[in-house]
């Protein structure tokens, strides 16, 4: 996927388990836990953070299968600051 000029795109790829087609925009959710992810630690909110952080810099998030096995994960992030947009996910305190 080509990366708008302007904006960094960052990939971080592993040989794990993998995640399955229908899972991979599900498993951005809070709490939600891939069925393949059962016996391994986690509560399902680290990509949900993930998520929300990139998304409050004005990037995208996301996965795709890793040739050979496992995942890759990445980000965009612009290369410039961006103003963050004030909305309901924004507390008081970080508006001032």
Same mark, same amino acid.
Request: aromatic letters at 8%.
């Given at each position: 996927?080509?990366? +708008?000029?302007?904006?960094?795109?960052?990939?971080?790829?592993?040989?794990?388990?993998?995640? +399955?087609?229908?899972?991979?925009?599900?498993?951005? *959710?809070?709490?939600?836990?891939? +069925?393949?992810?059962?016996?391994? +630690?986690?509560?399902?909110? /680290?990509? *949900?953070?993930?998520?929300?952080?990139?998304?409050?810099? /004005?990037?995208?998030?996301?996965?795709?299968?890793?040739?050979?096995? /496992?995942?890759?994960?990445?980000?965009?992030?612009?290369?410039?600051?961006?103003?963050? *947009?004030?909305?309901?996910?924004?507390? *008081?305190?970080?508006?001032?």
């Amino acid at each position: 996927m080509p990366t +708008p000029p302007g904006w960094w795109r960052v990939e971080v790829a592993d040989r794990g388990i993998g995640v +399955p087609e229908e899972e991979r925009t599900r498993i951005f *959710a809070p709490f939600h836990r891939a +069925p393949a992810a059962e016996g391994f +630690p986690g509560t399902g909110l /680290g990509l *949900a953070v993930c998520r929300r952080i990139v998304a409050l810099h /004005g990037g995208e998030l996301g996965v795709e299968p890793n040739p050979g096995g /496992g995942s890759v994960f990445w980000f965009t992030v612009a290369a410039a600051p961006v103003a963050a *947009a004030a909305g309901p996910e924004l507390q *008081a305190a970080d508006r001032s």
